[in-house]
């Protein structure tokens, strides 16, 4: 359908596309310089090398890429408190990501809806219980590499504040923490988002913002007859007509 034949959500303010934005080329620069290190018998990964310009080099891309994602990780703690103190102090409010009850219900209504044992998906809300688990893996996964990256960077100081086994726990961690996140990218979120049938070859969201009516109304419909609510609302309960809105760093809503 045109763009101008149907109205279209918006879906991730400019702020937290920058934040996205961020995240994703410092996890792409940390992929593509870390793995040789982690194989170094893999002679086809040594490739990165000879193209960055040698083993020093993409060791200082790791380590700048890995100061870029930790830094991002401040910066949306910051957000995080900028939007839990503009809701009033309402954590449901203000991070409606938090798992809840429901996301466990529609868990086990989505997997007997594979199984054939119903015959629709159950509604999803602003997030559902997949978006949550992607960015709760982050929320786990960033601190695991943080530390431990860390003590690799730093072998010397924390080898002698620390126990002996540091420095293999920290590898261990570091090593093991990288491919389980750099798999659970590449097969579980790029699905969902960009390989799967409904999407592919991609979903411009995380460039854009902008999510159309048709798939927010599959995908989100709870939120979907929310916003529509809030519109009417707003416009007295007349019918909901297209906003544009330019905050970009506030909440969505309907765009043109």
Known sequence: MTDHAERHFIRLSLFQRVQHWLMLGSFLALAI????????ETHWLGVVYTLVGGLAVARTIHRVSAVVMILDGVLHLGYLFHLLRKSGYDVRKAWPIIPTLKDASDWWQTSRYYWGLRPDLPPYDRFSFREKFDYFAVFWGLPVMMFSG??????VFFGNALPDLTIGIAYVMHSDEAILA????????????HYNPDKFPMSWVWWDGRISESEIRKEHPLEYERLLQEQQATAGAAPATPSTSNDPIEDPGVDR
């Open 33 to 40: 310089t870390g793995l040789p290190m982690r194989f170094p």
């Open 150 to 155: 860390l003590v690799l960077w730093f072998p």
């Open 182 to 193: 750099i798999s659970a990218i590449v097969v579980w979120h790029f699905y969902n988002v």
